[in-house]
């Protein structure tokens, strides 16, 4: 009997040790592949509207777009219709997705309204439904994101991930806050743990995972081998090469000011010939603030960057940066190590 995809595919989550979240407007090729060669496992799109995918939106569409070279990616896609949702998956396996994410976390407002995101927390059985829903769509296995509960109060995470599991999903991440907390207060790991004891598929970790040690931590509590990491990358996508440096003995590698201005400088490019200069020098934008938090006087230098007309201008910029902190010459060779 041959083997269906979601069932041959799920090895990925068994054998991975740290992934990069979706992250609506941070997550795109370019990114993803910076990441992908700095040890990230696999990766995800930024959170895809189902009903944009069938529809056939740009917008919807050109989150589909892959470099080569790229880790294992899955399509995150949201909505509340589960035919919609079994028919954007489809779309999603065609343009080679290596799986599809269905998320269920989402704590956003206009999402929220659609009944899309977080708002399936409070209707498990249509969750359960959409899942098995997609799950017969595609050959690829499906995963699920999902938050501790629609509030404090309302925590169900544990009935939600025995649901995914009915409906075949092949992993769960669970970002252990509520859809009320948004991204404040602490990360619960304890419930990550009780969800890993709960079901028999694996739990990917998500939340407050922003160095080494808080892998280790999380991993401790956890049980959980596996990691997902959001807004830890931002700014410092090696942290994936050091936890899997650290996972084999080897220890945390201190990244060099000339390294990171490398890696500032192959993002824009990256960008660029992704989307085109104009589009790339506007885009980096918002990266500025986290590549150059650690430094004395980044507002300065992010103002400047931030108000670049073009790649020139930005080279301009971080050379003059160089220069203010001593540094000689570009170390291209490091920035993706």
């Given at each position: 009997m ?10 990925l ?8 979240a979706?992250?609506?407007g941070?997550g ?28 056939g ?10 470099l080569d ?21 489809r ?9 599809v994410d ?5 704590p ?10 977080a ?5 498990l ?5 959409i899942?098995r ?19 404090e109060?309302?925590?169900?995470y ?22 009320s ?9 304890e ?23 808080d ?7 956890t049980?959980?081998?596996?990691a ?26 201190e ?18 010939a ?11 934008r918002?990266?500025?603030?986290w ?22 201008d ?13 540094i000689h010459?570009?170390d ?6």
């Amino acid at each position: 009997m041959a083997i269906s995809g979601n069932a041959a595919g799920a090895g990925l989550f068994e054998r991975s040790r740290v992934c990069l979240a979706p992250m609506a407007g941070y997550g795109d090729a370019p990114f993803r592949l910076l990441c992908s060669e700095l040890g990230a496992d696999f990766t995800f799109t930024g959170m895809v509207s189902a009903d944009g995918l069938v529809r056939g939106g740009r917008r919807s569409l050109d989150l589909l777009r892959r470099l080569d070279g790229e880790a294992p990616v899955g399509i995150q896609i949201f909505g509340a219709n589960p035919e919609t949702l079994a028919s954007a998956a489809r779309i999603a396996e065609r343009s080679g997705a290596s799986f599809v994410d269905l998320n269920f976390g989402c704590p956003v407002k206009k999402v929220i309204r659609k009944n899309g995101g977080a708002a399936m927390l409070r209707d498990l059985a249509l969750m359960e439904r959409i899942a098995r829903e997609v799950v017969s769509a595609v050959r690829v296995p499906v995963t699920a994101k999902i938050r501790s509960g629609w509030s404090e109060a309302e925590q169900n995470y544990l009935e939600a991930g025995e649901a995914l599991e009915r409906a075949g999903a092949a992993a769960i991440t669970l970002h252990p806050r509520s859809r009320s907390a948004g991204f404040a207060g602490e990360a619960c790991w304890e419930n990550i743990r009780a969800l890993r004891e709960r079901v028999s598929i694996p739990v990917i970790a998500n939340g407050d995972i922003r160095s080494v040690a808080d892998y280790r931590e999380m991993a401790r509590v956890t049980g959980c081998s596996l990691a997902m990491i959001g807004r830890g990358a931002l700014g410092n996508p090696w942290i994936f090469r050091d936890i899997v440096s650290d996972a084999r003995g080897l220890g945390e590698r201190e990244v060099a000011p000339a390294e990171l201005f490398a890696m500032v400088e192959r993002h824009l490019l990256l960008e660029a010939a992704f989307m085109g200069e104009w589009a790339a020098v506007r885009s980096m934008r918002k990266f500025y603030r986290w590549y150059l938090r650690s430094y004395d006087g980044a507002r300065r230098w992010r103002v400047l960057l931030c108000t670049a007309e073009s790649i020139a201008d930005v080279r301009g910029i971080i050379d003059d940066l160089r220069k203010e902190l001593g540094i000689h010459g570009r170390d291209t060779a490091q920035a993706a190590s």
